[in-house]
């Protein structure tokens, strides 16, 4: 193609935007040295970088572009029990871990590998059978998914010194029916709580705990199983459909918008995509089944009708 009309062509995409989505950036590759990944299935982004966690129980930190900055071994390899899959950065620099298989909270500086932790393994307020996920809210405290048996399926409030605030969710109907609680967001305005459940899909709480109702649109369970959540700052959710092999996004009303991925190893398909993290227009999905992080922008993916 001539120089100019290859300019005028890419004009025409900037202003006509008929050039199609944007392509996704894709983050890493099947393997066990920096920026590689072995089934990540946690990850968060902040300012700071794109921590991600992955079966080989380590945590490592990136800048947003993909370049490996710092990599912790968390979990040795002749761990017994499992490896944790919920990581969210602090407003101090430091990273909660959920470490999921050993009932507590780790809250590990990144740069130099230090590290504290409360929370044991129990039924009791404050302890934990196997914590999932964990987000921080504007206060300070955090906000963790349990999943266990019985009524530690359930989201639990904690201060980092590990006092607890807030227990609620359960397995009846009117608290909540959580089978397996994973994903959650805080809305605004003390607006209460979202949380992504495995079997009753998008769940909203109040403030207090109390039980609102559960989002309308897709039909959770067998066929959509909601992992990871994040909200963007216009109330947009999205979610990971671990069997639908797919990203849903929703208004914040739960009205499904649009559906991005499908099955498949190319970029903008995933394997059992296990999170999602909202930051700065763009979408971070943990892509579990093909070893990667795939990065997209929010507004400019190849969304499809739900």
């Known amino acids: 193609m001539p120089a100019a009309a290859a300019v005028l062509a890419a004009l025409g995409c900037v202003l006509l935007s008929a ?11 099947p393997g066990t040295g920096d920026g590689e990944f072995r089934s990540p299935r946690g990850l968060a982004v902040s300012e700071r970088g794109l921590a991600v966690l992955d079966k080989t129980g380590r945590l490592q ?23 944790p899959i919920g990581v969210t950065w602090l407003a101090d620099g430091r990273l909660a871990v959920a470490d999921t298989h050993s009932g507590r909270i780790r809250l590990i500086d990144p740069a130099t590998g230090a590290e504290t932790a409360f929370g044991r393994y129990g039924l009791a307020a404050g302890e934990f059978l196997y914590p999932q996920r964990l987000v921080a809210r504007g206060d300070g405290d955090l906000v963790v998914t349990d999943h266990g048996m019985g009524t530690t399926n359930r989201v639990q409030v904690v201060g980092t010194d590990g006092s607890s605030r807030l227990v609620f969710g359960g397995p009846r109907p009117e608290d909540g029916a959580l089978v397996r609680p994973m994903g959650v967001v805080v809305l605004p305005d003390a607006g209460g709580f979202v949380v992504a459940d495995q079997r009753a899909g998008l769940v909203r709480f109040g403030p207090d705990g109390r039980f609102v109702g559960v989002l309308p649109g897709w039909s959770y369970g067998e066929d959509v199983l909601a992992y990871g959540l994040t909200r963007a700052p216009d109330g947009t959710l999205y979610a990971t459909d671990l069997a639908g092999h797919r990203v849903l996004r929703l208004a914040a009303d739960g009205t499904p918008t649009g559906v991005l991925g499908r099955a498949g190893t190319e970029p903008g398909a995933f394997r059992e995509p296990w999170d999602v993290a909202w930051w700065d227009g763009r979408l971070y999905v943990a892509d579990m089944g093909n070893h990667r992080v795939q990065v997209f922008d929010a507004d400019d993916a190849d969304w499809q009708r739900p």
């Not at 050039?19 to 590759?29: E, N, S, T, Y």
């Not at 947003?64 to 002749?78: A, E, K, W």
Request: aromatic letters at 0%.
């Open 61 to 83: 930190v990136l800048d947003l572009d993909g370049t490996p900055r710092r990599s912790l071994v968390i979990v040795g390899g002749n761990v017994r029990r499992g490896l």
């Open 19 to 29: 050039c199609g989505p944007a392509a996704p950036l894709v983050i890493g590759r």
